[in-house]
């Protein structure tokens, strides 16, 4: 019998939602030592939580996510809360001694990050950072290729995160699930959001960065604030792109917006090699798409790889050849990955530590566009 | 507190695990009045069986149909054996008062769908058939779209299902996992397995066909048996093309094959109307393509649309615009409808009596194959 | 010097626009011993014939294409003239010892076709057929890789030809650019004008056929015939679809219409075979689809080759790769493979011969769909 | 009948063939009161020269361009020599009288550029710049669609110019038909080659920009010169990306390499307005990708549209909908512009001082490069 990971969720948003969704359907498909048990969901209100937890299965609902640290039976401690609570409750969490799950951007800033490092280093607690994208198949497919070899030296690395839902000036900032346009509870705007997923990426698939060199604009520059009903000056990035070098060489150009008309949710990236380029985005999220040089010169072309056969990563423990899957299943990888870990004792990717980087980076870009000028990460 | 609907599955292969899928999800995203419990499973062979159970959460194990058919404590029986066995179980359920959840084909032949049809109309008891592609969001927007009248007259409608995992000579007949192989088991080929969802769909979105035209195909004559390990004929038919005319005065050009290289499952359809044309196919599941003549000129051209705004059927209770779901959501929501039905009274379609015209087209394509002629659908 | 090749030009609408482009053309980029002049044009209409021989080149008009035959400055005749011409003009051209490049389809029925073929094979004089799709390089590619066996046995092969120019009842028939639509002067409809296309490919790229079985449409009964203003009963084809067994075993499946709102000439087909598939289309003709089962499996999927580079056939004599060339260029590489034949004194296909074989498919369509049965191809 | 326009071609490379068939063709397709004459070709090798002039049908040739210049019977120079020739070419030009069509970038540089622009505009002769993208149909249909305001405000503008041909180090430097990787001949690298294409564009669609911050890079520093076989450093930028701000407030993201592996010529720009977007790339030319919020939101999707309707920009000279044209359609259409403008009066763009614009950026991102800063545009 698998044994009980208990969890104990912090939030209930979209993230929430996302993650409840994993826990509940990991064991389903990914048998592993252990099995997720919704032991308690904390929510400051109480009401609205009851309503998740009832939904979702929770046993239990906290109001106050010191109380929920301070429980026994709470194994795991999964946050998702907007990202200024981030610190708190994860140097709370490690001091406690549970294993945290911590959505992503890591942090504010990258001394938040680091408090946060020593902490969980200091404690010894298994901690991951919820960059899912790269557990998409088809991603995860790229690493694969990439660290095969086949690309051979790498000359580009280009990725954009273009969304539209932010372009009419009716849209309000802050508030309730609107965190993510006030500065205050969210760090910054496209940076930390959107960005931050195509620099994990990147880092993962690429190595480190030398230096940046950014861009950030705000196009509507007053918005009502929600909470208050008054119009203030809008804090956040609407719009973010960056040049950089990486340290293997490569340039990189990476973009990212709420302002691209045609585009939900339109993560892209594209990896050019010596010997084979790779594309994939996340509106296709279930393609590949794959050039290689050395394919004979009449039948050279794009391949268009469908990952679902059975020997594509994690495809084997869904459906069948030509059968899709979702948005969805990236969570429930990464669960399964952390279920895996705590068997073999081999942490699951991207600890804090690993998504520090990725902090940097955003803080370099941030820095860089306010200064106009390059700024070297270290 | 919503109802539960006490559920008993028979088999527990591919369909057995999507089904199952389905009840743990639906209340997760679909709020209903009723809830699936996942009460018995009933398996031949109890170790796999009670497996099987145990992963996915279901009480108890029968190893015998009837007596689960007995048990007063289940509402409602999912038939997700092979096809030979839909008819006796169906009977029987429907006598013992079961609601009956049938996986497609609704039956062997036009005989014995209409002795189950009889069935469940004189025991009165609910009843559908897992023809699960109506509810991928793409294809239900299709049928919205023509429904609105956007299509105007309808000329013509064009479907294929292609696969290419039979190409192989090795590859065994019957047995384990492989029944769709074994004509005594099956019932036929490509035709019941692949054809039947393609005219599912159409008779759905364009109505009744009049007459058929068909040709089959076994292109590979022998193959060893995996119960005897000998080699025998074929019995079933490894491609299978059909024109048609609709009823609604439109033709109809239908092929499915297991010998199309390239392809894993790629089922498509398209439809040619007066004043717009839609198509869509299921390796993109998420995209309906969609050409409207009334567009202003200038920019007149094919649609992809990405079906995942909040508007498109199904997609507002999943996540948020751009990102997708997959192949199992469809039956997600076909669990979502039915569960509906039991609250509003109005049966969730396609029941026995919808599939039975189905088995109607594919007695039809059968008997004009075999024939080398056209035959009438009455 | 290059030899000049003496050409009378029968017809000047469309298809003489496409010839005569492409006999200005092939000499700057395909390199002959011999070169195409443009010495005589006929057209009924002398002001017309005037107009179009000066916008090209042409040196002379003539009015009766008997006078054409009779010039001894003449060396080759180019029928672009209606259907219902070709016969009459052909053999009296074969029998005036005149080269002979005749518009496609070859003639009206397979009769009329046998009596141009033994005129031709009599008089032995050099012929040849405009079925120009051949010759887009995308297309050659695919005969290439066939010719060398890539895709193995073949198993389907299927082909549509979709427009939607007669979709409004407004459109009349007959008359001034409208003899398409005039069964008189075309002969039939899609199938001659349309499907012909794809059948010549077909028995190019997959040999024989055995035996077809087609069904045919008028969607619009009636329409005003542009010469009388009278309402009179459409008589040819709006569509027609067609499977097909050819003779290495494979089965085909062919459909034409010009109902199918959204296309305007989307020509595709697509090949299945044991090892490999290949698919193109002519809205994006300058590219060959092709999914080679041999690729290792983490990147197999469909190429899209980009059909430019130099290596591509008839590629290295135009730009560099990446860039495109268009419909028109596939008449300029027949020319050039006609001037090419009369170096090597190897004949450019199709001949007159090969297009019989068009026309025999052609008739047993019509045939089979007049008698609503299969029909043997001899 | 059309007044003959004498024309006197210096080069017979790659560009002098593109010109030279755009002059042949023009006249067939697009009449005008203008027509082009060949009759005169300029060639450092006579031989060659007349090879290449005997193939096109240019009525002489001359080795000396001065010689070219003097001539009584030449109306208009065609400029198609390396970079470093253009100034003094074209000076010489305006001050004999000619009117003149000369090869992109304008100029080695700003400096050069302006003396040009004063040389024509004093001389009062008809002037104009081969950036030939703007006449690819699809691109000016873009155009026409932006004019037409239909994208409301822009937000963000991002263009990519990437080849893939230089990345084997055996490919020499400099040298015939090599001149683009020699900084002496050519200026820059991909800055003038590939993204003074792409800037061009982008100031004709979206109008001019306020700074510029860029980074080139050269991959690899030394090779081979063909013309003295030794190796020497590279003096070329092999890569070159740039952020901009437009004076319209858009963001702009430029980037252009021969080291993209798997894309031969593969020029995309995409553009997101406020209320619609569109891209383009030279790949599949013949396709505009346009998305409109403004569509009913069940099938609001990116419309690819196929560009061959007659009511498409230059596409009603051509041929039938549907049918595609190619890259050297864009050099017809300028020619045929440049002819309608002598009958009109007005001015065929880009003029030189429309292309000063370009070099204006080109430098500015060069300079940046240099300085690792922003650089404003003046």
């Given at each position: 019998m698998a044994k009980p990971l208990n969890i104990g969720m912090i939030g209930y948003g979209f993230m929430g939602r996302a993650h409840s969704n994993a826990y509940a359907k990991v064991s389903h498909f990914f048998p592993n030592t252990h099995t997720p048990v919704l032991k308690a969901l904390c929510a400051r209100n109480a009401e609205r939580g009851k309503e998740f937890a009832d939904k979702w299965g929770y046993e239990s609902v906290e109001t106050d996510w010191r109380k929920l640290l301070e429980?026994?039976?709470?194994d795991a401690v999964d946050i998702c809360t907007p990202n200024n609570l981030h610190k708190e409750i994860a140097i709370a969490a490690a001091q406690a001694g549970k294993m945290i799950l911590c959505e992503k951007p890591?942090?504010?800033?990258v001394a938040e990050g680091e408090q946060m490092c020593e902490a969980v280093e200091k404690a010894g607690v298994v901690n991951m950072v919820w960059y899912n994208y790269r557990r998409v198949p088809a991603v995860t497919l790229a690493k694969q290729l990439i660290d095969e070899g086949?690309?051979?030296?790498?000359f580009h690395y280009r990725a954009n995160f273009l969304q539209?839902?932010?372009?009419?000036?009716?849209?309000?900032?802050?508030g309730e699930g609107l965190w993510r346009l006030d500065a205050e509870a969210?760090?910054?705007?496209?940076?930390?959001?959107?960005l931050a997923h195509c620099i994990d990426t990147a880092l993962w698939l690429n190595g480190g960065m030398k230096d940046v060199n950014a861009m950030t604009e705000t196009f509507i520059k007053e918005r009502t604030h929600q909470a208050t009903g008054e119009v203030t000056k809008v804090t956040i990035d609407d719009a973010c792109a960056f040049m950089c070098h990486f340290n293997n060489g490569s340039l990189g150009l990476f973009e990212s917006t709420r302002y691209a008309r045609g585009h939900k949710a339109l993560y892209t990236f594209e990896i050019n090699g010596e010997h084979a380029s790779i594309s994939w985005d996340l509106h296709d999220l279930g393609r590949l798409n794959y050039f290689d040089h050395k394919d004979d010169s009449l039948v050279r072309g794009w391949h268009s790889v469908h990952v679902t056969d059975t020997d594509m990563p994690y495809m084997g423990n869904w459906w069948v050849p030509g059968l899709q899957i979702g948005y969805e299943h990236s969570f429930v990888h990464q669960v399964a990955d952390f279920l895996k870990s705590l068997e073999t004792g081999e942490p699951a990717h991207p600890t804090f530590r690993d998504a520090l980087e990725t902090q940097k980076i955003c803080d370099g870009v941030l820095k860089s566009a306010a200064e106009r000028k390059w700024v070297d990460i270290k």
């Open positions: 429980r026994d039976d709470i890591l942090a504010m800033d086949r690309l051979g030296r790498i539209d839902w932010t372009i009419s000036a009716d849209v309000p900032q802050g969210a760090g910054s705007g496209v940076t930390g959001d959107l």
